[in-house]
């Protein structure tokens, strides 16, 4: 799968409001037939950075993302809303769902 993480500087007067005006985008992401998840988190450190997660089946479905209208539409909308370029890790990663932390196993 295609993991990527994204992180958003969001202008401080669109920060409370980022969820909304992210969530046409956010909702066409999660429908889209090779998005495995597309989740949003806000830091606990800086109320005006969001922290994006998701991933994709595998290459063909993350360019399939990438050339979708709806990304073409968000390229267009967001930068109004942020302080700066989103920051972002992107990696291929030899698993297809998220595995379980080990070393915090959960024993009840």
């Not at 969001?50 to 089946?57: D, I, S």
Request: with cysteine; hydrophobic share 40%.
């Amino acid at each position: 799968m295609i993991f990527i993480t994204a992180k958003f500087q969001v202008l401080p007067e669109h920060a409370e409001e980022w969820p909304e005006i992210t969530r046409d985008f956010t909702e066409a992401c999660r429908a889209e037939d090779g998005c495995l998840w597309f989740d949003w988190s806000r830091s606990l450190d800086d109320p005006n950075e969001y922290v994006l997660v998701e991933a994709f089946r595998d290459g063909d479905a993350g360019a399939a993302h990438v050339n979708s209208d709806h990304f073409k539409a968000a390229q267009a909308k967001l930068p109004a809303y942020l302080a700066s370029t989103p920051k972002i890790v992107s990696q291929s990663v030899d698993q297809d769902d998220w595995n379980e932390l080990g070393e915090m196993a959960v024993e009840r």
